[in-house]
Each structure stands twice: as C-alpha cells, then as structure tokens.
C-alpha cells in the first residue's frame, strides 16, 4: 500500500530525535484527513487557522494544488485564499460575517453527516440506540451550528432509510 513518509525531525525536537522515518498508510492519511476535515467545519477560528497554514505553505514555496491535495481541499479554495491573503492580509482569511437565514449544510458537511448517521447515535456518544428527528436536530445544531426544522430532519432521516434499503 502506497504510503507518505514522515521524517520525526519535520515534526519538532519534542517529538523525538533521531530523524526516524515512520510510514503512514493512506488509510491513516484518509483518517487523519477526515478528522482535520471534522474539526475545521464546526469553527470559523479553526477553518481561519487552516486558511493560514495553507497560505503559509503557498508562500514557502509549495504548489497550491499538492497543498489542496494534503488537506483535502480543492485547489481553487486554496488559489482563492492565497489571493485573500495578499489582497487583505491575514484578515483576507477570515469567515464574513453572515447575516439572514443560517446556511444548510455544504456538500463535505453533509457527507461527514451521512458517515455519522450510517453509525448507532450510541457510537457518537448518545445514550439512545436509533437516531429520531430530534436527535437529529440537535446534534445539527451542536455540531455543525445548523438549525434545520423537526419536519426536515425527520425527511432527511426518512430518505435516507428509502435509499439504503
């Protein structure tokens, strides 16, 4: 299995010396990109700090597409973000402030969402064993900041049971 090579000196002298080398599988590149992925979506500071990283790797000289690639972003988001930076400065990086209605899930969010609910709400922590409307809704709203009604997440619940069977 194809892997990426992590040299201990690229992570840090608290990590350990040596300058050993250990293999990641992609495996544990999708893992590790999933939950980069998770965490980012449910904070405008966190997606802010990942725009930052990104640009800072554009500007040490990395292509905006190998840095796409690393994170699982698309290369024009990160085309897009560099342009920010040296439009605006760092304050080009960060979320607008939004106004009116809350947004719906973005198609990442909703995948993330359909690989939570393929699983028991107890796996996530819950203490009921079926996922209902509104635990749904709630965990919409703990999560990913989203408020949707009882009436749409019972749909969303419903049309996903339809298509898998």
Not at 35 to 63: D, F, N, P, T
Not at 83 to 107: H, V
Request: glycine letters at 10%; aromatic letters at 8%; a neutral charge.
């Amino acid at each position: 299995m194809a892997g990426v090579t992590i040299n201990r000196s690229m992570l840090g002298a608290s990590f350990g010396g040596g300058g050993m080398a250990r293999q990641l599988t992609d495996v544990d590149l999708g893992v590790l990109k999933e939950a980069l992925k998770g965490e980012i979506h449910h904070a405008a500071e966190k997606r802010y700090l990942h725009r930052l990283h990104c640009v800072l790797l554009v500007s040490a000289g990395q292509e905006c597409s190998s840095v796409a690639n690393w994170f699982g972003e698309s290369s024009r988001s990160v085309e897009r973000w560099v342009d920010s930076y040296y439009e605006f400065g760092p304050l080009g990086l960060k979320d607008d402030d939004k106004s009116g209605r809350l947004a719906s899930l973005d198609a990442d969010q909703f995948q993330f969402l359909l690989r939570e609910i393929a699983v028991t709400p107890e796996c996530l922590g819950y203490s009921v064993s079926r996922w209902s409307g509104k635990l749904l809704q709630q965990h919409l709203q703990k999560h990913y900041q989203v408020d949707l009604g009882l009436r749409q997440c019972q749909r969303i619940l419903r049309e996903l049971k339809n298509s898998c069977g």
